[in-house]
Structures are given as structure tokens and as C-alpha cells.
């Protein structure tokens, strides 16, 4: 086994990349959730989305520089004041979204700071992003997943950013080969268990966006786990990292053993 590379990133290029093959393939989500201290790299996948030219994006164009000035009429923002995000900002954004647009493009809701949502503003948003008003757009900015409510996890599509891909724990990506392989993998305590769980997470998101993005340097290389994960579809990965994610927001108190025979049964 190789030593894996210390410096697990998910690359700004690559996250524009995966958004920009979406937005071709017109299978964009509605409804992200942005991981990691990254904010303006949420406005440069907005401007792709957004922008008229065949561009990642072309930084030139009408709807770029709104965007870059923040002014752009589609295109609405919440942000905490005094460290929380209130209900009625919430509501705002909501009712921004059901109004009807200028032109043709989406309409687009961002959420700064997303973990200054105290419980009550994040469970307003929960219909919002289980119906969405048709051609809309969320974006959920949060620095950590560790608060965010599951129910708001399980509704969104997960993207991470460098900053929370921290370096990787070498033996705990050994130990996710092991487990993809499929065998056995034990824990001497819920510590490490929970090391194992983020690392397989990060990996198969690294996994999922190389495929879709069509580059390969998101992931350490030299583990067993590009090749089994090679061989599964992207769905599979989409599964096993969804239950994973659950598995991760239940870490406290969830049977490990249940725990990883529910991820590996979405596999
Ligand atoms: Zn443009």
C-alpha cells in the first residue's frame, strides 16, 4: 500500500468543472449545500450557472458583473446579522423565490453563513427545499456539517471545499480500502470510528466529482479504493455517501457495526 498524499483537496477548477458539466447536461440540482470557508467559489459556480456564454464562467458578460456587485435582480442573500440568521430573513429569501424573475435565468437564493440558522430558521426552510419553486436555485453556505440539521443534510446535494477536506488520516483511508474490498474493519474506539466515516466521505465525494468533472486529481492516489470505486455508477457512490452522510449525523449514538452494514448494503 502507498502512502496516501497528505494534501486531500477538492480543487476550485474541478468543483467549476463538475458544475459546468451539469449546467451541459442541464441536470443541475435545485437545492446545495456548500461545505468548507469558501463563499466566493459559491459565487463563481452562481456565475456559471448564470451566465449567458458557453464559459466557466466568462466573468464579462451582464449577469457576471451582477453577480460580482451583488446586485443582480435574480438573485437574493441572506446573511446573519448579529450572528444570527433570522426567521424573517429566511422568509424573504423564500418568498424571493416564488416571485417572478427577470428574464429567463434562475432564480437564485443564497444562504451565507448558513450555520448562524438557529433550528427554527433552518426547519422554515424545509419545504422550500422539498418543493422548490420551478426554476430556482439554493445555496446552503456552511463552514462545518456538524450542526446542520440532518433534515436540511438529506434535502440538499453535498459539495465540499478544501478548507473542510482537511487532511486526510492515512489510516483511516487505508481502513475504507479494507471496507470497500469488503472486509472486515474494526474500531478501538468511536473516535476513530468517526475518522473513518469523514474520510469515507470525502473520498467518495472526491470520487463522485472526478467522474462527473472528468478530472482525476481530487483523490489521493495509490489505494484500492479508486479502482473499486471506478467500478461502481455514480449513483451507487451518491447512495453509499448519503447514508454515510446519515450515518455521520447520528456518529454520537449509532451501532457502528449497523452503521457500516447500512452503508455497505448501499454500495
Ligand atoms: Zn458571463
Not at 422539498?130 to 446552503?140: D, H, L, Q, T, V
Amino acid at each position: 500500500m502507498r502512502p496516501v498524499k497528505n494534501n486531500f483537496k477538492m480543487n476550485s477548477s474541478g468543483t467549476l468543472d463538475y458544475f459546468y458539466t451539469l449546467k451541459k447536461r442541464d441536470s443541475l440540482g435545485t437545492s446545495y449545500l456548500f461545505v468548507g470557508d469558501n463563499q466566493s467559489l459559491v459565487y463563481d459556480i452562481i456565475k456559471l450557472i448564470s451566465c449567458c456564454n458557453d464559459a466557466h464562467p466568462c466573468d464579462s458578460c451582464w449577469d457576471c458583473l451582477m453577480i460580482d456587485k451583488r446586485k443582480h435582480p435574480n438573485m437574493h442573500i441572506v446573511k446573519p446579522e448579529y450572528l444570527t440568521t433570522t426567521i424573517d430573513a429566511v422568509h424573504q429569501g423564500i418568498r424571493f423565490l416564488t416571485l417572478k424573475g427577470f428574464g429567463l435565468g434562475k432564480k437564485i437564493l443564497i444562504i451565507e453563513d448558513g450555520d448562524s440558522l438557529n433550528k427554527e430558521a433552518a426547519s422554515a426552510f424545509l419545504k422550500t427545499l422539498e418543493e422548490p419553486p420551478k426554476n430556482s436555485f439554493i445555496a446552503i453556505c456552511v463552514s462545518k456539517i456538524e450542526g446542520v440539521l440532518p433534515t436540511i443534510i438529506s434535502r440538499c446535494r453535498k459539495i465540499f471545499f478544501p478548507s473542510s477536506a482537511a487532511d486526510i488520516d492515512v489510516s483511516s483511508a487505508g481502513a475504507v480500502g479494507d471496507f470497500l474490498r469488503g472486509d472486515e474493519v474494526g474500531f478501538s474506539d468511536r473516535k476513530q470510528f468517526i475518522s473513518f466515516l469523514w474520510t469515507f466521505i470525502l473520498l467518495l465525494h472526491g470520487s463522485l466529482v472526478s467522474r462527473i468533472s472528468g478530472q482525476n486529481n481530487q483523490l489521493p492516489a495509490g489505494f484500492e479504493y479508486e479502482i473499486i470505486l471506478g467500478q461502481k455508477s455514480p449513483q451507487q457512490i451518491q447512495n453509499a455517501l448519503n447514508g454515510a452522510l446519515t450515518m455521520y449525523g447520528a456518529r454520537k449514538s449509532v451501532n457502528i457495526n449497523l452503521a457500516l452494514n447500512l452503508i455497505r448494503m448501499k454500495l
